[in-house]
């Protein structure tokens, strides 16, 4: 399902890792992938609550605790600067799906990075 929302559509998510060597391309569009499902979700299921977005974005984040190992096995991390990074988006989904209101620590509680 393509998103419809201009803003995520055109949005390059994830883009400070992709400029960093350290983090592995592959890995980071794994990362990507899971944005952009979180954003075909928000979409589709149309959140009317934000409980209803922390429950959506709290399974993203869960797919990101999975990504934790494979940037391990490519001599990566999730570390203190990517988190920021990964946050802001989490943040720019919420905000450009009109929740404005959500608190960025709770997008993400379920984060083990």
Do not use: K
């Not at 979180?38 to 609550?49: F, K, T």
């Not at 429950?55 to 990101?64: G, N, R």
């Not at 990517?82 to 989490?90: D, L």
């Amino acid at each position: 399902m393509p998103i419809t929302n201009q803003q995520a559509a055109g949005h390059a998510f994830l883009r400070h890792m992709y400029e960093d060597p350290y983090f592995p391309d592959r890995v980071v569009d794994r990362g990507r992938a899971v944005l952009l499902r979180l954003c075909e979700r928000i979409e589709a299921e149309q959140p009317s609550a934000l409980e209803d977005l922390y429950a959506l974005t709290h399974a993203a984040t869960e797919e990101f605790n999975l990504l934790q190992e494979e940037f391990e096995a490519a001599g990566s991390a999730i570390e203190t600067v990517a988190r920021e990074w990964i946050a802001e988006e989490f943040w720019f989904v919420a905000s450009v799906y009109g929740f404005t209101n959500a608190d960025v620590e709770e997008l993400i509680a379920s984060r083990d990075w």
